[in-house]
């Protein structure tokens, strides 16, 4: 990794275009997937100047690796976590290295593979109820429709319930004003962030009404010694015994942070997959067409759950080549937390790391036609490692990964056994940058297929029951679809 020469980031490539005072924000904001992708020639490293400030965008996938395993010294940080953290404070997406072991513990259970198997239970009767409620003809806004399958699924793995309407609605209303703001944020120079603009104040309004509905759900709970068999009782009832006392459970602020993290992963981050996987399915219609036949010969119509998992591969393969092609963290921050060295360049503390999962994705010597989308490319192989990442890797791996894979396979397995997807018009959908590669205003046109699911009169999502948690499954229906 390292060499036998140490020299320092002033000796890293300088990207062309920079502008004084604004560096390379222009371009990051007019067009950032063109100007990442315009660094791809930089074998290694290269230098990126965020208004007055510099960072290191690492284009190699080990440099990444070892900065993504060794985050004592590569610590979440920089322009990104810290607009997020505006938002869901030190929850454990967020937090500094110091925080984190302990709150990933207590978290742990909360992800549990028996747990797991009754979310994908939710999930399913979630992704069947949306299905079934479009119209032969429609056209739909497909990020929203998936945003409200994501909203209630979560809603009801989370809380074992789901909001009241209104709540819902301002809730996703709430939630697409601050993650549309973050991208923007992060670009614009601290005292500017700060003037009172009309933008400004919608997004510190809707940051504020969904911490306080979090936070009224959270107490409610905290109330409730009752395990409703969801995620929050496993986060309320966590203990960590390698802790103090005083800090074996997770306090009040400690638990709205960690359910406000999962509640915006889980549901914004696996809603932008599932569009671009439908866009990605329409404008291949062969590969559609393919998947619609596993699905009717694997659901048998039946409405989808973690039984049928270890049966659906394509739909496997489609969600992994989605999140090749598609990362929804595209791009993420590291701040060197003390000085070290990196591939023969000394790095010095507070310097900002910039990794994206969408530049190593796309590098053509790791992927033939990297831009191209075939799900064929994972049959009877497992992604590297090294060379995807769209969950990141080491202890700061997404803790949510299978949670969220489970969900888009059995979701896209229930709109391929209802409906045939076609694009609306003839121009190419792009992605909206944000901190996602956001899939906000993609429309696509349904036409009812011959073959639906029975069971179309199954019970609504939501329930005042407690989930139930069944026996823990064998080896395969909880099961990660991606190693990595």
């Given at each position: 990794?390292?060499?036998?020469?140490?020299?320092?980031?002033?000796?890293?490539?300088?990207?062309?275009?920079?502008?004084?005072?604004?560096?390379?924000?222009?371009?990051?904001?007019?067009d950032?997937?063109?100007?990442?992708?315009?660094?791809?020639?930089?074998?290694?490293?290269?230098?990126?100047?965020?208004?007055?400030?510099?960072?290191?965008?690492?284009?190699?996938?080990?440099?990444?690796?070892?900065?993504?395993?060794?985050?004592?010294?590569f610590?979440?940080?920089?322009?990104?976590?810290d607009?997020?953290?505006?938002?869901?404070?030190?929850?454990?997406?967020?937090?500094?290295?110091?925080?984190?072991?302990?709150?990933?513990?207590?978290?742990?259970?909360?992800?549990?593979?028996?747990?797991?198997?009754?979310?994908?239970?939710?999930?399913?009767?979630?992704?069947?109820?949306?299905?079934?409620?479009?119209?032969?003809?429609?056209?739909?806004d497909?990020?929203?429709?998936?945003?409200?399958?994501?909203?209630?699924?979560?809603?009801?793995?989370?809380?074992?319930?789901?909001?009241?309407?209104?709540?819902?609605?301002?809730?996703?209303?709430?939630?697409?004003?601050?993650?549309?703001?973050?991208?923007?944020?992060?670009m614009?120079?601290?005292?500017?962030?700060?003037?009172?603009?009309?933008?400004?104040?919608?997004?510190?309004?809707?940051?504020?009404?969904?911490?306080?509905?979090?936070?009224?759900?959270?107490?409610?709970?905290?109330?409730?010694?009752?395990?409703?068999?969801?995620?929050?009782?496993?986060?309320?009832?966590?203990?960590?015994?390698?802790?103090?006392?005083?800090?074996?459970?997770?306090?009040?602020?400690?638990l709205?942070?960690q359910?406000?993290?999962?509640?915006?992963?889980?549901?914004e981050?696996?809603?932008?997959?599932?569009?671009?996987?439908?866009?990605?399915?329409?404008?291949?219609?062969?590969?559609?067409?393919a998947l619609?036949?596993?699905?009717?010969?694997?659901?048998?119509?039946?409405?989808?759950?973690?039984?049928?998992?270890?049966?659906?591969?394509?739909?496997?393969?489609?969600?992994?080549?989605?999140?090749?092609?598609?990362?929804?963290?595209?791009?993420?921050?590291?701040?060197?937390?003390?000085?070290?060295?990196?591939?023969?360049?000394?790095?010095?503390?507070?310097?900002?790391?910039?990794?994206?999962?969408?530049?190593?994705?796309r590098?053509?010597?790791?992927y033939?036609?990297?831009?191209?989308?075939?799900?064929?490319?994972?049959?009877?192989?497992?992604?590297?490692?090294?060379?995807?990442?769209?969950?990141?890797?080491?202890?700061?791996?997404?803790?949510?990964?299978?949670?969220?894979?489970?969900?888009?396979?059995?979701?896209?397995?229930?709109?391929?056994?209802?409906?045939?997807?076609?694009?609306?018009?003839?121009?190419?959908?792009?992605?909206?940058?944000?901190?996602?590669?956001?899939?906000?205003?993609?429309?696509?046109?349904?036409?009812?297929?011959?073959?639906?699911?029975?069971?179309?009169?199954?019970?609504?999502?939501?329930?005042?029951?407690?989930l139930?948690?069944?026996?823990?499954?064998?080896?395969?229906?909880?099961?990660?679809?991606?190693?990595?």
């Open positions: 990794m390292t060499e036998t020469t140490t020299t320092t980031t002033a000796s890293i490539p300088l990207a062309p275009g920079a502008l004084p005072l604004l560096g390379h924000a222009l371009p990051l904001l007019r950032p997937l063109a100007f990442i992708r315009s660094l791809a020639g930089y074998p290694r490293m290269v230098r990126v100047r965020l208004g007055p400030t510099s960072a290191v965008l690492i284009c190699d996938p080990t440099l990444t690796r070892h900065i993504f395993v060794n985050d004592r010294t610590d979440k940080g920089g322009p990104i976590y607009r997020i953290r505006e938002v869901i404070g030190d929850g454990l997406s967020t937090c500094p290295y110091p925080l984190h072991r302990r709150q990933r513990r207590l978290c742990q259970p909360s992800f549990h593979p028996q747990r797991l198997h009754g979310y994908a239970a939710v999930f399913g009767r979630a992704s069947h109820a949306t299905a079934g409620s479009w119209h032969d003809g429609q056209v739909l497909v990020t929203r429709e998936m945003m409200t399958l994501t909203t209630q699924a979560t809603m009801e793995t989370m809380f074992s319930g789901s909001l009241p309407a209104d709540t819902l609605r301002r809730a996703l209303a709430d939630t697409n004003t601050v993650v549309s703001a973050f991208f923007r944020r992060m614009t120079p601290a005292l500017l962030r700060r003037l009172p603009t009309p933008a400004k104040r919608r997004y510190d309004q809707a940051r504020s009404r969904l911490f306080a509905t979090i936070t009224e759900i959270v107490a409610a709970r905290r109330a409730d010694p009752t395990d409703h068999a969801d995620l929050l009782s496993a986060l309320v009832a966590a203990v960590d015994v390698e802790s103090r006392d005083h800090e074996q459970r997770l306090s009040d602020s400690e709205a942070d359910a406000l993290t999962f509640f915006l992963g889980g549901m981050t696996t809603a932008i997959t599932l569009a671009w996987a439908l866009h990605l399915l329409a404008t291949h219609p062969e590969i559609q067409h619609q036949a596993e699905t009717d010969t694997v659901l048998a119509g039946t409405l989808p759950g973690p039984e049928h998992l270890p049966r659906l591969d394509l739909a496997t393969r489609v969600v992994t080549e989605t999140l090749r092609l598609y990362p929804p963290a595209w791009m993420m921050t590291r701040t060197v937390a003390q000085e070290a060295e990196l591939d023969g360049v000394r790095l010095r503390r507070g310097d900002t790391l910039v990794l994206s999962p969408y530049l190593i994705h590098r053509p010597d790791l033939a036609d990297p831009d191209h989308f075939d799900p064929d490319r994972w049959r009877g192989t497992s992604p590297d490692r090294t060379g995807y990442v769209p969950f990141g890797a080491g202890a700061r791996k997404c803790i949510g990964d299978q949670f969220a894979l489970t969900e888009a396979i059995l979701a896209l397995t229930a709109v391929a056994a209802r409906w045939e997807l076609s694009p609306v018009g003839e121009e190419p959908f792009r992605p909206k940058v944000e901190t996602s590669l956001s899939s906000r205003g993609l429309r696509l046109r349904l036409r009812r297929r011959l073959t639906e699911p029975s069971g179309t009169d199954a019970p609504p999502v939501a329930t005042s029951q407690p139930p948690v069944p026996s823990p499954p064998g080896p395969g229906p909880d099961a990660c679809p991606v190693a990595h």
